[in-house]
């Protein structure tokens, strides 16, 4: 059974930073590709950024480029996405998904909060 478990989440100051991570288990860790995702309030899903098997890294949301980056601990089964500078419209529930040969699995997610 795949999980993907997220963690880190919680109420940070603007300006502050966290990071969050998420665990694999059930799957070969190392074959897949990691997206960080966020779903504000009345908003739609979206996807934050990705970091590849191959280790390479792209960072989608203009709102975070600067600011946010990815890094995978293979050996942890584990990918991190370092917050920094956080702002208000940051607050969401941030998700991982892993991804590799047509299979997609999802975590439950977890909750950021920004606010003074």
């Known amino acids: 059974q795949v999980q993907l478990v997220e963690s880190g989440g919680g109420l940070v100051q603007p300006g502050g930073s966290l990071r969050l991570s998420c665990t694999a288990s059930?799957?070969?860790?190392?074959?897949?590709?990691l997206n960080w995702y966020r779903q504000a309030p009345g908003k739609e899903r979206e996807l934050v950024a990705t970091i590849f098997s191959n280790g390479r890294s792209d960072v989608y949301a203009d709102s975070v480029k600067g600011r946010f980056s990815l890094s995978r601990d293979n050996a942890k089964d584990t990918v991190y996405l370092q917050m920094n500078s956080l702002k208000s419209e940051d607050t969401a529930v941030y998700y991982c998904?892993?991804?590799?040969?047509?299979?997609?699995?999802w975590g439950q997610g977890t909750q950021v909060t920004v606010s003074s």
């Open positions: 059930g799957l070969t860790f190392s074959n897949y590709d």
């Open positions: 998904r892993a991804v590799a040969s047509g299979r997609s699995f």
